[in-house]
């Protein structure tokens, strides 16, 4: 069954204070939180255990699989099927396979690393609950937002909205699905 | 509320961002630019001129396409003139951006974060420039795609030896990730116009575009991983994409143009007309749109000693070519490089010395670093001069190669210059759209500049 | 052409056209079209239905211009548009070329034995024909005057025959007549004449020596006793002419035989490139210079002349002088070998600088020696060469005299102001003009232009509609000699009967056909008329078998003249005019362009566009002043000059030409024609302005000044000293007595890097490996292996413009290095073919693979897959690539169309194209070979250069065959690769040239 909404949202105005709420939100033991922000801040990511993501080996094995294709597809095309003599050089001229190896291992990264970034934040995504708050436009330009979501099992209304009163924020609301 | 906004004027001193700014105004001001701001006289005055050259260029490319390449000025031995050296200048410019974006980024320089947007958005607009001339230059234009490998029934792939392939893949890599760099770069700011825009229309656009960007702690985490492994590539990527350019000459045995050091010696030149470029767009735009405080004299200062570094390589590099070719006691190189000092093409050689070995050692004094006047003129100078390097590397090394008996000089026509000068027209339309629809400086990364944006760490435990 | 704006209705023409053709079949249909063709309605509606853009000659930012000159090629070309589909062989049985001489391999096309004339003096020739249609003129080794070679011009009458430009229907003042009013109209002026003997007929004809011809003026002459036959040719050996009377008081045909001279001297005497046997002088020349073995010996070549010339950049002694001091010098050589009385010294000391060991060499070489008078020289030149020659013992031995060749050798200028007295006395009433161009290049004071229309009817029978018909009531088209029977004779007397191989592409008659309608038969065959005088003529049994095999082989077997001997009477040099002075003034020389001759070729592209020796000029002439001479003028190249002599005057543009003497100005005629055709109509300017009877190829008392204006000529190599010593070792020279001395003195410094000295591994190049050696010591630059080449490969004419920018096409060019002081340089002659390199540099940076190697190591071009990037052409050090910047190749005019050569492609816009080694001949004759099953023999294949090539100084062949004459010349000392040290492996390699000068004057 799903619950009436989606969480609950506290609204500061500068990073610190921001960190700080996370910090005390984990310490109480939520775990199904989220802070929004208009700039990244890297103490935030350590205050939500945020620091690993799959995305370095994601591009890696993009690199990889880039630059094989590259070599392969010139090796093929020169040696295997269209073996034709170009001003006396070797079938298998690998010095002037470098380029176009380099420039493939690149390209494949770079892809996977974008589309690896839209992949694990699951964007692009039309619909998002926190955008039914109407501060939380501010998010984009100077607030900075905690949001405990309602399916945290620590979550209760009462005492989340409580315990979120408590860290002094500019304001706390609802967040509707 | 925007529009109130007095301009903070850029503070004396070597500061990176004005005083006083807040999360706040920096938000409004750099958005109002897009979202409510008039569009000054200037900025679409530029606008009608630039439209004027784009038609010119669409007349020539019309004309081109339609008698032959016969209309412009290339004959033998010059098979290669004007379209090539606008290859190459266009290309070198567009080296600054992924440079400024990517490598400054890697190096922690904190003052790119303000001049990075629009100089990634001039490189990504001048590649596409240069992107047009290895199509045009074609005799057959279309069968431009033959460049590319792909499945096909005539038997025959493309040459992987020659370095004109290399160009193919280089500069469409580059392009492309220039294009995925600034795109992602330019995510959290879309959010930030979805969030002020007014106009409906473009609430929507901008919506679509921020692909539902939230600013939520778990997407700037991935997301500040994905601009550092987007930077290490692209690094790599900016100094080899000038590298292949040079190939196409040193691959090649034409006295002149067949020698070692000409791939560290044109990506020197290409950062330095790149740089060029960007102070040409900054002073006058900072000033129009009172970013002064955002682009303040401390970027213009560190531009000009970038601009200065390369240009003295570059200077060196022609002292380098010039003892090579008497060192290499190899008599075509001799004459080569005695044909460009005395020959036909002389006076754009010493021009091109002039603009890129005596201009730039002015910017040794801070007097002229810090006067944007100066530095705008002295941009201009240099991509001047740029422009006559690659020109007389490819036409004086052409016009007077191995065999005496097929020398003669270039002409150019009408219709070498109506294309060149359609391509800047085009560069500057393309760029005014982009000051006109899109946050021309990186409003989050701005953010981050803030005293304001340190976290206090002992408060915040 | 008539006005675009008028608007037409295409369909009521179109019906008013088809109205006409009624009732016509058959071949009639065809010429009533191509009657029609030329009317203007049909060019309108044409125009209409063909708005194409195409690229004109003209300015190439000029699409107006380009427009224009569609328009007129369209007008110009439709009289074909109905006839293309229909080019057939004549009904009369011709004979195909089957026998082939040993080491001549045609490809698969029908060879046809004729030959081409030039001052009416035959030239053997075979010509390739592709169903039916003349493609390509080769020379017939048969014949005596061509040996298998064939020069310029007379390759480039397969041009001149499918020439649009060419006059295509008949027409009485300009409009269009059917033949039955002229024969009419001619008829009835006969009869009048009949009564009066033929008082009132003149006929004006150039040098005739077909039999055929001549023996019909005869008929002629007897049915109408008072007319007369007049003769005027411009360029015709006049002085030898007069010369064979003065000193041997008969008309005396004189030939030369270098095979077995070891020393010649030319009195300003080209006869190397010019003249009626220069092919087969040419060949007997260059085998005395071949030095196939190291310790061979070479021929000596001593050229006085006034403008270098092919045969002056082969002296090993070349002394510029003026051509009015020629005489002097001959004189002094004459008196130097104790022949004749007078000082040994002069003003002009370079006349007598040389003398005498020049004659001890001659002394030395009795019976082994030549002294060559030249053909423009006045007569008592002629004479006192004759009286060396005899002296020297070289009469019967090295110079031969027969009876004359023509058929009526008069003295032509004396004829024709015969002719000029009778016009104006009124007495001419019909006038009948035979080829030529009179009005044109007619001494310039005759004013015949207004003169000739003092006759009462004027005939004109032309292959264009030029100067000469705009003077004339009756223009009638005449036949190529491709297109109908005729006969000739050749230098030695040679006669060969000229059969056709197409249709007349524009109906048209022959002179033959002319002259027959004055007899009682008028309607009479070319075919009958000629095999009828033959068969008159023969007296053996079996004629058919005779004309069969005459016909076949392309000349008369035994129809050479027996030499003759002749002494030099003593009365001939009595007179001796003294050296003429300039006073301050200029000497003005007159000679025949090298390419379009006296005018008669200047609407040929082809000749237009192929470099002119030595000054590798194209599309024009000029002033040819030298550098010295230049400089006390105060003019540059392309300054314009005011020349004025005789009170006539002429402004042209000037051509500074290292080698030509001081104080002279050289012009070539030909140029200056109003209505020549679309090539050349605007070209140049024309020199018979001034030329008159007085002096018709020298005199001094010229003047000349700098006047305003500036002419961009279109040539395609700039002046270029080589540096002493040449740093980049182009061309390979050496004296004779150092070579015998030091193998390698030819390539003293030159570094050639050893074949182990790559990263790669060598390719293998199993089979066959084609390879070509080019001979510098024979090769006398004159060309015609551009033209061979262009004719070949079907290679775009472009016009002046795009020549000026550097983008001609031809594949093969010629360059010329100069060494020395730029007033008496060394000149030398290298032809550039592509190099076909093994580690070819265009190859590797083509990014399309559109120029790889093949497995016989050519360096193909594949046409269909170039994208037109040029790095090929930038990286190619030889720079023999050519680029298509505009759509270069006619694809529009239908006549061009039937010159294609269907073996090559004809490429299109934007595409790189380069010599093949004729590849498509190699193919041929693999395909020949591999059907017989057998192996290609050595000398099979031969590339169209090679084939026309008058000094053999190219050979292609096999060089894995170890035995074959390409592989033997390479192992040849002189051997060399161009640029060998950029280590390109060059395919095609160069022979280094020697020089054998004369130790005396070296000293």
């Known amino acids: 069954m799903n619950p009436p909404i989606y969480g609950l949202m506290a609204e500061f105005d500068d990073p610190t204070a921001l960190v700080k709420a996370a910090r005390a939100a984990r310490e109480k033991g939520f775990r199904k939180l989220d802070a929004y922000t208009p700039f990244p801040i890297e103490e935030l990511s350590d205050a939500l255990h945020l620091h690993k993501n799959k995305l370095p080996l994601l591009v890696l094995i993009g690199g990889i699989v880039g630059g094989t294709l590259g070599y392969m597809l010139q090796y093929f095309v020169t040696v295997i099927y269209y073996p034709i003599n170009v001003g006396g050089r070797p079938l298998h001229s690998w010095p002037s396979y470098i380029i176009i190896t380099f420039e493939m291992t690149i390209l494949f990264a770079a892809l996977t690393a974008v589309f690896g970034l839209l992949g694990l934040c699951g964007l692009p995504e039309p619909y998002h609950p926190t955008f039914n708050v109407p501060r939380f436009a501010m998010a984009s330009r100077n607030r900075f937002f905690l949001c405990i979501e309602s399916t945290d099992p620590l979550f209760e209304h009462d005492q989340t909205a409580a315990f979120l009163e408590s860290l002094e924020p500019r304001e706390v609301s609802e967040v509707a699905h | ?343 036909p093409y002389a006076v754009q050689y010493w021009i091109l010395i002039t603009c890129n070995v005596v201009a730039p050692n002015a910017l040794w004094f801070k007097k002229v670093r810090s006067s944007p006047i100066i530095l705008f003129i002295w941009s201009l100078i240099v991509l001047l001069g740029m422009w006559l390097e690659r020109f007389v590397i490819i036409v004086a090394s052409l016009a007077q190669d191995n065999l005496p008996s097929s020398w003669r000089v270039f002409e150019s026509t009408r219709w070498d210059w109506a294309t060149y000068l359609g391509t800047i027209g085009l560069f500057l339309f393309l760029f005014m759209l982009f000051i006109r629809l899109l946050p021309m400086i990186s409003i989050f990364e701005v953010r981050t500049l803030l005293p304001q944006a340190k976290v206090d760490k002992k408060e915040s435990l | 052409m008539s006005d675009p704006q ?60 380009g427009r224009r000159n569609f328009l ?90 499918y020439d649009p430009d060419r006059s295509q229907a008949l027409a009485f003042n300009g409009e269009i007549r059917s033949w039955g009013v002229f024969t009419g109209a001619l008829r009835d002026t006969l009869a009048q004449q009949k009564a009066k003997n033929g008082a009132g007929i003149r006929i004006l004809t150039e040098t005739v020596t077909s039999p055929t011809i001549a023996s019909q003026l005869r008929t002629i002459q007897q049915s109408f006793p008072a007319s007369k036959w007049h003769q005027w040719e ?86 510029p002088l003026r051509a009015s001091d020629v005489e002097e010098f001959a004189w002094a050589l004459a008196i130097s070998l104790g022949l004749a009385e007078g000082p040994k010294t002069g003003e002009n000391n370079d006349i007598y600088k040389w003398l005498g060991p020049i004659a001890r060499d001659l002394q030395n070489n009795k019976g082994a020696g030549v002294v060559v008078a030249g053909e423009h020289q006045p007569p008592i030149v002629h004479s006192i060469a004759a009286l060396m020659n005899e002296k020297l013992g070289n009469v019967g031995k090295t110079v031969f005299y027969t009876d004359p060749v023509e058929a009526n050798p008069v003295d032509q200028l004396a004829s024709l102001q015969d002719l000029v007295k009778d016009l104006d006395a009124g007495a001419v009433e019909l ?83 002319v002259l027959q309608s004055f007899t009682e038969q008028p309607e009479k065959s070319p075919y009958d008329i000629v095999k009828g005088y033959w068969s008159s003529q023969h007296t053996g049994s079996d004629f058919e078998a005779w004309w069969r095999k005459a016909v076949h082989d392309g000349l008369v077997a035994g129809s050479a003249l027996p030499a003759k001997t002749a ?109 020549g055709g679309r090539a050349a109509n605007g070209m140049g300017f024309n020199p018979f302005g001034l030329r008159t009877a007085k002096a018709l190829w020298q005199d001094t008392g010229m003047d000349a000044e700098k006047v305003s204006g500036n002419h961009e000529f279109a040539d395609t190599q700039n002046f270029h000293n080589l540096e002493t010593p040449d740093r980049r070792h182009i061309i390979h020279k050496a004296d004779l007595a150092d070579f015998h001395k030091n193998a390698e003195a030819p390539h003293e410094g030159a570094e050639t890097p050893p074949k182990g000295l790559t990263m790669y591994p060598e390719w293998k190049y199993e089979g066959h490996a084609w390879g070509m050696t080019i001979d510098l010591n024979s090769c006398t630059g004159c060309g015609a292996c551009v033209v061979a080449c262009q004719a070949e490969n079907n290679i775009a004419v472009v016009g002046k413009d795009q020549v000026r920018r550097g983008r001609h096409m031809n594949w093969l060019r010629v360059d010329s290095y100069y060494q020395g002081d730029a007033n008496d340089p060394a000149i030398y002659n290298q032809p550039v073919p592509c190099m076909q390199c093994e580690n070819a540099p265009c190859e590797l940076v083509c990014p399309v693979q559109a120029t790889t190697h093949s497995s016989e190591g050519l360096n193909d071009m594949v046409y269909n897959r170039c994208v037109g990037t040029r790095y090929c052409s930038n990286n190619c050090p030889y720079k023999v690539r050519r680029f298509n910047f505009f759509l270069f190749s006619d694809f529009d005019t239908p006549s061009l169309k039937l010159a294609r050569n269907p073996d090559v492609s004809v490429r299109s816009r934007g595409v790189m194209e380069k010599c093949t080694y004729c590849v498509q001949r190699i193919n041929g004759a693999k395909i020949d070979a591999e059907k017989q099953d057998r192996p290609l023999h050595d000398g099979e294949i031969q590339t169209a250069c090679q084939a026309t090539c008058p000094s053999e100084a190219i050979v292609f062949g096999d060089i894995n065959d170890k035995n074959s004459r390409v592989s033997k010349l390479k192992a040849n000392e002189r051997n060399y690769s161009l640029l060998a040290d950029l280590n390109t492996r060059p395919r095609t390699t160069y022979l280094a040239t020697l020089r054998n000068p004369n130790p005396e004057i070296e000293a």
């Not at chain 3, 109905?82 to 001549?104: K, S």
């Not at chain 3, 064979?244 to 300003?268: C, H, I, K, M, R």
């Not at chain 3, 223009?475 to 000699?481: D, G, L």
């Not at chain 3, 290292?658 to 209505?675: E, F, K």
């Open chain 2, 1 to 343: 509320m925007a529009d109130e906004l007095e301009v903070i004027e850029s503070p004396s001193g070597n500061k990176i961002i004005a005083p006083d700014y807040t999360f706040g105004t920096v938000t409004d001001q750099i958005a109002s630019v897009v979202l409510t701001k008039q569009t000054p006289i200037a900025v679409l005055g530029t606008f009608t001129v630039a439209l004027g050259l784009l038609m010119t260029f669409m007349l020539a490319v019309g004309l081109l396409f339609g008698k032959g390449l016969g209309i412009w000025g290339l004959r033998g031995p010059t098979m290669w003139a004007w379209d090539i050296t606008n290859f190459v200048w266009w290309v070198g410019i567009g080296h600054a951006g992924t440079l400024i974006s990517a490598i400054l980024l890697l190096l922690n320089q904190q003052w790119r974060n303000s001049i990075n947007r629009f100089a990634e958005a001039m490189t990504i607009f001048a590649v596409a420039c240069a992107g047009m001339f290895p199509i045009l230059h074609l005799g057959r234009p279309w069968l431009m795609y033959w460049l590319f490998p792909y499945p096909n029934t005539m038997g025959i792939e493309p040459n992987f030896r020659s370095p004109l392939v290399w160009d193919v893949f280089a500069v469409s890599t580059y392009a492309t990730v220039s294009v995925l760099f600034w795109f992602v770069g330019l995510i959290p700011d879309l959010a930030t116009l979805r969030d002020r825009a007014q106009n409906p229309a473009f609430k929507v656009a901008y919506g679509i575009l921020a692909m539902g960007w939230r600013g939520s702690a778990r997407h700037w985490a991935v997301y500040e991983t994905a601009s550092l492994l987007l930077a290490g590539l692209a690094t790599p990527l900016v100094l080899s994409v000038h590298t292949v350019v040079s190939f196409d000459f040193t691959v090649g045995i034409v006295p002149g143009w067949h020698s070692t050091f000409f791939p560290p010696y044109f990506v020197a030149g290409a950062i330095y007309s790149g740089f060029a470029m960007v102070l040409a767009l900054a002073i006058p735009l900072r000033s129009l749109y009172g970013l002064k405080g955002l682009i303040t004299d401390k970027h213009l200062d560190n531009a000009a000693k970038v601009m200065m570094a390369t240009g003295l390589i570059v200077g060196y590099s022609y002292i380098m070519e010039a003892f090579a070719g008497w060192y290499s006691g190899n008599v075509y190189e001799e004459a080569a490089i005695w044909n460009r000092m005395t020959g």
């Open chain 3, 6 to 65: 008028k608007n037409i209705d295409p369909a009521a023409v179109r019906s008013a056209l088809w109205a006409r053709l009624e009732g016509a079949r058959g071949r009639d249909y065809w010429r009533s079209l191509d009657e029609l063709a030329a009317t203007p309605e049909f060019q309108d509606l044409l125009e209409r239905e063909f708005p194409r853009q195409a690229v004109g000659w003209s300015e190439d930012e000029d699409p107006v211009a």
């Open chain 3, 72 to 161: 007129k090629l369209m007008g110009a070309s439709l009289a074909l548009a109905g006839m293309t589909a229909c080019t057939r062989q004549p009904d009369e049985h011709i004979m195909p070329y089957v026998r082939q001489p040993e080491n001549l391999v045609p490809g698969r096309p029908l060879f046809f034995a004729t030959a081409t004339t030039l001052n009416g003096f035959a030239n053997g020739v075979l010509v390739e024909s592709h169903e039916g249609r003349p493609t390509k003129i080769e020379g017939n080794p048969g014949h005596p005057a061509s040996l298998g070679a064939a020069d310029a011009m007379s390759q480039a009458a397969v041009l001149q025959l």
């Open chain 3, 234 to 319: 411009p360029a015709g050996p006049h002085s030898a002419r007069a010369a064979a009377q003065q000193s041997f008081g008969q008309p005396l045909n004189t030939y030369y035989d270098f095979t077995e001279a070891n020393v010649v001297v030319s009195l300003d005497s080209d006869f190397l490139n010019s003249g009626h046997a220069s092919l087969r002088y040419a060949r007997q020349f260059a085998r005395r210079r071949r030095m196939a073995e190291h310790h061979d010996t070479m021929n000596r070549l001593y050229v006085v002349e006034p403008m270098p010339t092919p045969t002056g950049t082969k002296a090993d002694h070349r002394l």
């Open chain 3, 431 to 513: 006038l009948i003009i035979l080829g030529g161009n009179p009005v044109f290049n007619a001494p310039v004071e005759l004013g015949l232009g207004s003169r000739l229309k003092k006759a009462k009817l004027r005939v004109r029978l032309g292959l264009y509609d030029d100067e000469t018909s705009a003077a004339c009531q009756w223009q009638v088209p005449e036949t190529h000699f491709l297109e109908t029977w005729g006969d000739a004779r050749a230098f030695d007397g040679t006669v060969t009967i000229q059969q056709p191989l197409i249709q007349p592409l524009y109906g048209g008659r022959s002179a033959l056909q």
């Open chain 3, 567 to 675: 002494a030099v009477r003593g009365e001939a040099l009595s007179a001796r005019a003294g050296g003429k002075k300039l006073g301050g003034k200029l000497e003005v020389v007159f000679r025949p362009d090298p390419t379009i001759y006296d005018g008669r070729f200047a609407n040929n592209g082809w000749l237009q566009e192929v470099p002119k020796p030595v000054t590798k000029l194209t599309w024009d002439n000029a002033v040819m002043l030298s550098p010295a001479t230049a400089h006390r003028l105060g003019v540059q190249k392309g300054d314009m000059l005011k020349l004025t002599y005789e009170g006539r005057t002429l402004q042209a543009p000037v051509f500074i030409q290292p080698g030509h003497v001081n104080g002279s100005a050289t012009l070539h005629l030909g140029y200056g024609r109003t209505h």
